[in-house]
């Protein structure tokens, strides 16, 4: 037995088992928190090699939080086979526990035990994976669990009483469906990403019932996105989609309309005007389409049904943000039909949506819009030259996805990039892009109420948000490119 606790009033204190070779623990650490005020201790139970680890682990505090155990092997698996649940013991499973190599598999049961008004960490040198389902709603204690490995595979629903933290990137090798839940904060260190396979259209579902959500970027498939977040929701980074053709019409997209009368052109109803997004590396190459959220629709989805649709709902969901309806029409060849949808509903605070439009491509060009000559380089359209069938337009921005700004400070809820929606393929994609820019969304704010965060900068309600920021990209036509979303069918 090992004791390392508090008396009436401190935290519990560090215990550490560790050895060069084999660790084998079948005893007892308790690290407990002071009866009257303190938390729970530190436990590490490590081997450089080889871990056995068949004890048990005291992190309780009466009057405080509970402490922290720490194990550390390879991988990480979380099925019905449940053989190393002794792991877990401490409460804590580390990248190094069991050395290199070593696969740890734990029962959810056990994990739920655990959970149980303790905080678990589970860390793995290359991988965790989730393969049972682990539902810790219903413990009467709420507990913390964070999961941190390169890759983690979310292959069945997670569910915690407390903060569930995630640093690695996420996937799903089973059913293609990422269903994350907590009661507190719902925090994704990485990009989420998955892809559709046959017969296995690809969902991401992320709820917080009690807290915020935070991601880096989000990219789906065909089962499109679904957050819904009793606080803030904030998707703080943003990922490239590069080399994309857009066919847009000027009843579409006013931006372009404005830009095309302003020149003296005039266009019939439903022409396509070609719009280039290049990779922007080369002198003469314009700037990708930048995201945050991305989902592909599929080509098998039922005629008329929701394909890849992406529904954000935050700060209790009382106004209607953005609500887009667009048609999508098969790529295949048999001309179905089916439904797209971007459905943003908040609270009363502000909404942000970028990426943020840091300046000109050709700064001496003031176009919203610019062609290339002959020898690639950019230059003004000219009515007299211009063809919607022959000319392609750039468009004449530089934008970034950052998090935090001036625009999208940590108080209100957003989405550093785009929200983009496309068919990856090399032929079609169907949905979003900056076509349209929506007007800034304002907050509300109630006297005495936080609103779901105060706002700043452009998001405030004296303050507009300037011509050049994105808010929304989004078109009803066909978008070309030569390289498709990260979700895709296979």
Known sequence: MIRVDALQAGNGGQAIVWADGTTQFFGNISARGGSQSGSGGFVEVSGKQ??????????????????????????????????????????????????????????????????????????????????????????????????????????????????????????????????????????????????????????????????????????????????????????????????????????????????LQSKGITLAAGQFVNVHYQFGVAANESLPVVYSIAAAQSNSAAAGSLNAPVTIRYGGATRTLIDSNFPIVATDGTGTVTQGRILVQGGNGAFFLGPTVTGKLIPAIADVFLTKDGGGNFIPVNAATFNPATTTLYRNEIYVASYPTVDFPTTISGLAGSIYVGFGSNTTLYGSSQ????????????????????????????????????????????????????????
Do not use: Y
């Open 435 to 490: 076509s349209r820019i929506f007007s800034a969304v304002s907050p509300t704010i109630p006297a005495g109420s936080n609103g779901g965060g105060t706002t700043t900068g452009s998001s405030s309600a004296a303050t507009p948000a300037p011509v050049a920021r994105i808010q929304v990209w989004q078109i009803q036509s066909a978008i070309h490119c030569n390289e498709g979303l990260n979700g895709r069918e296979s």
């Open 50 to 259: 080889t871990l056995l680890f068949d004890g048990s682990v005291d992190l309780t505090a009466p009057a405080g939080q509970s402490g922290q155990l720490l194990l550390d092997p390879d991988v990480v698996l979380i099925d019905a086979l449940g053989t190393d649940d002794a792991q877990l013991n401490d409460g804590q499973i580390l990248a190094g526990d069991g050395g290199a190599g070593t696969t740890f598999r734990i029962l959810p049961m056990k994990l739920l035990q655990l959970l149980n008004g303790g905080n678990v960490t589970i860390a793995a040198n290359t991988a965790i994976s989730v393969n049972q389902a682990v539902d810790a709603t219903t413990n009467p204690n709420p507990g913390n669990l964070a999961l941190a490995a390169t890759t983690i595979n979310a292959n069945a629903p997670i569910s915690i009483n407390g903060t569930f933290t995630l640093t690695g990137a996420g996937s799903n090798n089973n059913d293609r469906i990422i269903n994350l839940a907590s009661t507190g904060d719902l925090v994704i260190q990485g990009a989420v990403n998955i892809s559709d396979n046959i017969g296995a259209p690809a969902a991401v579902k992320l709820t917080s019932t009690q807290g915020n959500i935070f991601v880096q970027t989000i990219s789906s498939g065909a089962g499109g996105v679904d957050v819904n977040a009793a606080g803030l929701f904030q998707a703080r980074a943003g990922a490239n989609q590069v080399n994309v053709f857009l066919r847009e019409r000027s009843e579409d997209s006013p931006d372009l309309n404005n830009f």
